[in-house]
């Protein structure tokens, strides 16, 4: 389950200045950290966001958990965006 929630985070070089994004969509991750840090819940985003689905918010939290315990980042490249991988 974790990989499916991680897989929601990706990056590429051409949007948002190569920051994690939520499902190649221009949501930053670091702005819906922000938003949920703030107290909105994951129902006031999405009224705001329709794009974003809870697990996107799941991914998010889990993401900055996952960063927050790692040794190590490496962002692995695909044709038109990347997945992280963070050990």
Same mark, same amino acid.
């Given at each position: #389950?974790?990989? +499916? /929630? &991680?897989?929601?985070?990706?990056?590429?070089?051409?949007?948002?200045?190569?920051? !994690?994004?939520?499902?190649?969509?221009?949501?930053?991750?670091? #702005?819906?950290? +922000? /938003? &949920?840090?703030?107290?909105?819940?994951?129902?006031?985003?999405?009224?705001?966001? !329709?794009?974003?689905?809870?697990?996107?918010?799941?991914?998010?939290?889990?993401?900055?958990?996952?960063?927050?315990?790692?040794?190590?980042?490496?962002?692995?490249?695909?044709?038109?965006?990347?997945?992280?991988?963070?050990?």
């Amino acid at each position: #389950m974790e990989n +499916d /929630l &991680l897989k929601r985070i990706t990056v590429d070089p051409n949007m948002c200045h190569g920051k !994690p994004v939520i499902r190649g969509m221009r949501y930053p991750v670091e #702005m819906i950290l +922000d /938003l &949920l840090a703030s107290g909105m819940t994951f129902e006031e985003i999405i009224e705001d966001y !329709p794009d974003l689905e809870r697990e996107d918010f799941q991914a998010c939290l889990l993401f900055a958990v996952k960063l927050m315990k790692s040794n190590s980042i490496s962002v692995k490249a695909k044709e038109s965006a990347s997945t992280i991988l963070i050990r």
